[in-house]
């Protein structure tokens, strides 16, 4: 997990450690956001998938820089269009 918060914390450009707890918190909160927009229970198998990557690092990145005024229904939209094409199809 250290080197996906190295990665992480250099996407959102954040130095130190204060914030580690957070962003670990956004993380997991992301992967599931990406997981219910891409119909499945978890992502393991889709964590190689740069669309998916890119999907949960917006996520942790929208919800870090909006935590006051966050809108969710604009967060999911937008994800529900970055992974359009990995959607489970439900009928």
């Known amino acids: 997990m250290e080197g996906l918060m190295d990665k992480l914390k250099a996407y959102l450009r954040v130095d130190g450690d204060e914030e580690n707890e957070l962003l670990r918190e956004l993380y997991s909160a992301s992967c599931g956001l990406v997981a219910d927009v891409l119909r499945v229970e978890s992502i393991d198998e889709y964590l190689d998938n ?6 949960v690092f917006y996520a942790v990145a929208y919800m870090y820089e909006h935590r006051e005024e966050a809108d969710h229904r604009l967060l999911m939209l937008n994800l529900r269009a970055l992974l359009s094409s990995l959607r489970e199809g439900v009928f």
Do not use: C, S
């Open 50 to 55: 740069p669309k998916v990557d890119m999907a």
